[in-house]
């Protein structure tokens, strides 16, 4: 029996949401609010307790469908153990301080941590991507690498500008003084395929028009005769610039520029990509309003959920302070 510790980060999206499956920029940043899996690796199955849920979730190595998998949690890990095949069972505890629902990719971090417990090797990427296909197989959502790759290859102190085509990975320092809130809107979020998958398919659709979205022109996208296809294809395009306008104004700590930045993503979301509510418009506006914050948006794949607020470093505001953390590790 070996004694292993596996922790992983949730993360937030600073900017950039709903390009990564279409091949576009994104910025996350690992966050100090982490998953950890501490156990024995040994036997031939894999049998996990929750500090936060009732019961035990047993799941044999050659487990056939990781989605049917009860209590629901465990359907992470039994894809986890589907994707990797490890050569040998764990018994052990998943304690968790990332909030469930919330938008910070509490999934992703499990399913790091749950891999590199299993005994995983490889880069961040790799990890990255067998945790990618684990959070497909275990909600059918098709979702993109950005939550389980931030959680992988986070930097202390930097978010992370992805491109999701190269893979890409370019730590940005995030500047001192720069206080990153997450506030919840009460509006649990409901990352249900269907508005996910229909999202990811007008983009496919659009791409198949104007070829891939991350290139394409404003022009060849404003002349797409689908309104609803041409608002998507628009987001991406909009939303891909700014990520690297983002990344300059951090570089220059532009604080009004940042505020620009975070109320047009918003704006884009809402308006072309229709992923916010009306609960998350008013708390973006609010936030916006409050002395000391720059500016708001929604985060991760919206449809209720969280926001992001970026404000001068000591404002008070009621929600996640998160500080930008390293990825995941594990010992022994
Ligand atoms: C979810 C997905 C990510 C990404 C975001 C939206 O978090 O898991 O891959 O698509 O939504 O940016």
């Known amino acids: 029996m070996t004694a292993v510790t596996a922790r992983a980060p949730g993360r937030v999206n600073l900017m950039g949401d709903h390009t990564d499956y279409a091949g576009g920029l994104v910025l996350p940043m690992a966050i100090d609010l982490e998953t950890i899996v501490s156990g024995e690796r040994g036997g031939d199955t894999v ?114 500008r992805i491109d999701c085509t190269t893979l890409d990975v370019t730590p940005v320092p995030i500047p001192d003084g720069l206080e990153v809130v997450v506030v919840h809107s009460n509006e649990p979020r409901r990352l249900t395929a269907t508005p996910y998958a229909e999202r990811r398919a007008q983009c496919e659709a659009a791409a198949a028009i104007v070829g891939p979205l991350p290139q394409a022109s404003r022009e060849l996208v404003e002349a797409i005769a689908d309104p609803v296809l041409r608002r998507r294809a628009r987001h991406v395009v909009t939303e891909c610039a700014r990520v690297d306008a983002f990344v300059a104004a951090l570089a220059s700590f532009d604080a009004a520029r940042l505020g620009e930045l975070l109320v047009a993503s918003h704006a884009s979301l809402r308006d072309d990509f229709e992923v916010s509510t009306p609960a ?16 708001a948006r929604i985060t991760g794949a919206g449809f209720g959920g969280c926001v992001v607020a970026l404000a001068e470093a000591g404002t008070n505001l009621d929600g996640w302070h998160v500080r930008a953390a390293d990825g995941a590790s594990v010992s022994g």
């Open 47 to 160: 049998v996990l307790t929750s500090s936060a849920e009732d019961g035990e979730v047993v799941v044999p190595l050659d487990v056939a469908d990781p989605a049917a998998v009860t209590p629901s949690w465990g359907r992470y890990a039994a894809a986890v153990v589907a994707a990797l095949r490890p050569g040998c069972g764990f018994r052990g505890s998943v304690h968790s301080t990332v909030p469930v629902g919330a938008g910070l990719s509490s999934s992703a971090a499990l399913e790091v941590a749950v891999a590199l417990a299993l005994g995983f090797q490889g880069s961040a990427l790799e990890l990255a991507m067998l945790c990618r296909r684990a959070e497909q197989d275990a909600t059918g959502v098709p979702c993109g690498i950005m939550d389980q790759l931030a959680s992988a290859a986070g930097v202390a102190d930097h978010a992370l």
């Open 280 to 295: 998350v418009d008013a708390l973006v506006e609010k936030l916006s309003a409050t002395p000391g914050v720059f500016g």
